[in-house]
């Protein structure tokens, strides 16, 4: 299976900390991503990486990958309430694949 | 900014009856999926559609299920006779470009008593 397994499967930190949060996969993929689910809600999409770039940004989102060791780190800089959500990783195989396959995710909580 | 919209946002169905799910995906976007995730698991994937027809789709997905397109803008999740185990929230889902980042409704969530 490619699915992503995420790391910690729960977090809690104080407001204004960074929260960092790994996925480690199985197959070669053509790109990973990362989403946020409110409890209960829809799932957004954050940020997409593609096999042959090693880090991007968006906002107060950083993420990484490393295909060599088959995982991402999605890190969220200066932590708030509203970032209190699960965050999943998701990866597509190749561009041949046009599913995504998830995988359990982390909940991420931040007290305040 | 676009939306991918669902309808209903929450269906009670008895067992054995048939559901039909709305999505209105995105206009311009090509690549239609439908997801489901059981209470406190992971998302799992359905079925992925283009060129009106099906591209792709999971073991969960069997004769039970069916998908459409009627029209250039609604696609359908049809379950044809319901089982408590079909209770999730599910979830479509379009893309432009397969497999890059969807945009994902807010879903809906099905209870089968």
């Known amino acids: 299976s490619q699915q992503g397994e995420e790391d910690p499967q729960a977090l809690s930190i104080q407001e204004g900390e960074n929260a960092t949060m790994n996925c480690s996969y199985k197959?070669?993929?053509?790109?990973l991503q990362w989403y946020r689910q409110n409890s209960g809600r829809g799932l957004v999409h954050l940020i997409l990486?593609?096999?042959?770039?090693r880090e991007k940004h968006s906002g107060r989102l950083r993420v990484t990958l490393d295909t060599s060791k088959k995982s991402s780190s999605l890190l969220i800089t200066a932590s708030r309430a509203a970032d209190t959500a699960s965050y999943f990783c998701?990866?597509?195989?190749?561009?041949?694949?046009?599913?995504?396959?998830f995988g359990k995710g982390t909940r991420l909580h931040i007290l305040p | 900014e676009p939306e991918v919209t669902q309808t209903p946002s929450h269906q009670v169905t008895q067992m054995g009856q048939e559901v039909i799910l709305r999505c209105v995906p995105i206009?311009?976007?090509?690549?239609f999926y439908w997801y489901r995730q059981i209470l406190g698991q992971k998302v799992e994937f359905l079925v992925s559609?283009?060129?009106?027809?099906?591209?792709?789709k999971s073991e969960i997905f069997d004769d039970q299920f069916s998908v459409e397109r009627p029209d250039g803008s609604n696609f359908t999740l049809k379950i044809r006779s319901t089982k408590l185990e079909d209770s999730a929230m599910y979830f479509c889902?379009?893309?432009?470009?397969?497999?890059?980042?969807?945009?994902f409704g807010s879903g809906t969530r099905l209870t089968v008593v």
């Open positions: 889902a379009s893309s432009e470009a397969g497999g890059d980042g969807y945009t």
């Open positions: 197959t070669s993929i053509n790109n």
């Open positions: 990486i593609r096999s042959n770039e």
């Open positions: 998701a990866t597509q195989s190749s561009n041949r694949d046009d599913k995504i396959i």
């Open positions: 206009s311009n976007h090509l690549y």
């Open positions: 559609f283009y060129n009106n027809e099906i591209s792709e």
